[in-house]
C-alpha cells in the first residue's frame, strides 16, 4: 500500500508535465516576419486633397471618390464565399456579402477601444468576439507602435480622423451609400450623411469597371517603403486582402494567400482578377504577412509568417482593423428606442417609422398651431381639442384634453385655457357666486352708482329705477330698522350729555329772572314818572325849568359884550358869566 502511495502522486506529477509542454508547444506566434508596406516613413502622402483633386483625370471631374447605392437583398444567406485558386495554384476567397449597411462592420483590434490603447489582436480573436460569420483583416498599422493607422469609423463611432491624408477609403454611409476613393477630411466628418463604417487602405484599384492602379499611383505619392519604392509595392507579388463592390450593390471581399516574392498576386492582377469578377470600385487593404481570412470563427486562409517556437508552422498575425460580416443589425441596434430588431430590420412601434423608427408618423403641420405630434399622435394645447387640434373646447370645459369642468355661477363663462371664469354683469368671485356689493354695479361691480340720495342702482345695467330682489329689500329694512334705532339712540345719549353740561341750578335761574324783571319794573316806573313831569310842564309855561333870553336883551348884551370886548380883548363868545342868562323868576323880581 505504501508502494501505491508513493506511486500516486508521482504519476499526477507526470501528467501534469505533460499537459504543460504540450500547451507550450501549441502556444505559437507569429514572427512577423513578412512585412509589406507602401512607406518607409510615416504612412500616406504629403500632399493635399486637392492636389489629389487637380492630378486626376478630367473625366473623372471635381468628384475625388465614387459612391453607389447598396444592395437591400432581404433574403438569406447575408453573404457567399466562395474558395478560388489563382493561375499560380494559389488559394483565395472571394465572398460577395448582401446588404452591407446591416450586414458588414469594421472592427477594433480585439473589440471597441483597441486602437485606442494601440492593441494588436488576430483576426480570429476579434471575429469570435464579434460573432462575425466572415472576417477578414483591413486598415494599415505601425510594426513598430501597433497604433492604427488612417481613418476608422466603427458601427457609426468614429474612432479616429488621419488629418485629411491622401490614401484610398472604403466608407459606408447612414444611408447605406458604398463609397470608394480619396476622401478630404471635411468628407469625413460631413454629418449631414455620416459615414457608419470606415477604414483607410492603400491605392485604388478600380474606378467605374477600370483599372486605376496608374493614377493612384500619382496620387498616393511614389515614396519609399521596407520592402522597396511605392511602385515595388503595386508590383510585388504577395498575399493580398481588397474591398470593392459589384453593379448591384454587393459588397466585395477579397482575399488570396501568398508570400511576399514567391507567391500571391501583385496589384495589377488583383485589379484584373476582381474586373473580371465584376467589381466596380475597389480599394486595396494591407496585406503580405497581415493578409488572413476567418470563416465562422476559424482559420481559413494559410498565413505567410513564420511561427514561434516552432518555425515549422505558420502562424497569422495579430493586426489591427477587421472587415466583418454579421447576421443583420439593425442601425442603430436598437431602432432609436422606438421598435424591435426583426432580422435585420427594425420593426417599428406604433405611431413611428423609417428604416430606424427615427420618424413620427404624424408630422408638422398636422397638428397646427396648437399642438404638437407624438406617438399617440396629435397632443394638443391646453384648451384646444380634435385631431387636428383645430377646435376650442366646448362650453364648460377647459384644460389638457379639455377634460376639466369648470366652476362658473350666474352665468360666467370659463376660459377654455385655465379655466378662469369671467363673471357677467353685476357678478363677482373667483367663480363669480358673489352679487355686486350695494353701491356698484357692472362688469366686475367696478363702476358706482350714480342715484340720488345715494340709492342703490340694479347691479346689472346700473339703473336708478331698479327694482331690487325681495331678499335685498328685506335686508335693507332691517339695516334701516337698525340703523335708525341706532340714530335714536344716538340722539337721546346726546342730548342727555348736554344735561348734564348745566352750570346753574333751577332756583338760581328763578332767582335771575326775578331780579331782571324787577329792574325791567322799576326802569318802565322811572320813565313814566318822567313822562308825566313833561306834561304838566306844558300846561305851566312860567314853570318851565329852560332858560329864556328875549332877543333884545340878547342883542343889547351883545353890544355891551363888544364894548367890554374891545377894552378887555376879549369877545362875546368867550363870556360865560351866569349874570347875563336870563330867567322868569329874575325877570318877575326886577
Known sequence: MAAVSVKCP????????????????????????????????????????????????????????????????????????????????????????QDPLRTVSVLEPGGPGGCGMKQRASVEDTAEAAGCLYAQNAGFFSTSTGRCLGNVVSDGRLVQDSGGVQ?????????????????????????????????????????????????????????TQETGTFRTFVDVTSARTAVGHDAEGKLILFHIDGKTGERGMSLWEVAEYLKSYGVINAINLDGGGSSTYVT????????????????????????????????????????????DCVDGRCRCHRGWEGEECDSLVCQPPACGTHGVCTADGCVCDAGWRGKNCSQECLPGFYGDGCNQTCACYNGGSCDPVNGRCTCPSGFHGDTCEQACPLGSFGPSCAQECRCDDQCPCDPQTGSCNATLPGETNYTLHRAGHCLAKQMFTSWRRDEEAHREQNLLTEFSWLLITSTLASLLSASLLLHFVRACRGAAAAHFPERRDYSYVPLADINGAGSRAQARSGKSGFGADDSDSQDEIWSPSQSGRS
Open 10 to 97: 508521482f504519476v499526477w506529477l507526470l501528467l501534469w508535465l505533460c499537459v504543460r509542454l504540450s500547451e507550450t508547444k501549441n502556444t505559437r506566434v507569429s514572427v512577423g516576419d513578412d512585412i509589406l508596406q507602401p512607406y518607409a516613413h510615416g504612412h500616406g502622402p504629403s500632399h493635399s486633397h486637392r492636389h489629389v483633386r487637380d492630378c486626376q483625370p478630367v473625366v473623372d471631374g471635381n468628384s475625388t471618390y465614387e459612391s453607389h447605392p447598396p444592395s437591400h437583398h432581404t433574403g438569406q444567406p447575408v453573404a457567399e464565399s466562395m474558395v478560388f485558386v489563382s493561375d499560380k495554384m494559389v488559394y483565395g476567397h472571394i465572398t460577395a456579402v
Open 167 to 223: 490614401n484610398a477609403q472604403f466608407g459606408i454611409r447612414k444611408d447605406g451609400t458604398l463609397v470608394f476613393g480619396y476622401l478630404s477630411q471635411e468628407d469625413v466628418l460631413d454629418q449631414s450623411n455620416p459615414f457608419v463604417q470606415l477604414v483607410s487602405g492603400v491605392v485604388w484599384l478600380l474606378r467605374k469597371g477600370e483599372v486605376y492602379i496608374n493614377q493612384s499611383l500619382k496620387a498616393e505619392c511614389d515614396e
Open 296 to 339: 465562422g470563427g476559424s482559420l481559413a486562409s494559410y498565413p505567410s509568417d513564420l511561427c514561434v517556437p516552432d518555425g515549422r508552422w505558420r502562424c497569422a498575425r495579430p493586426v489591427s482593423t477587421v472587415l466583418c460580416v454579421h447576421r443583420r443589425r439593425c442601425q442603430p441596434a436598437n431602432c432609436n428606442g422606438h421598435g
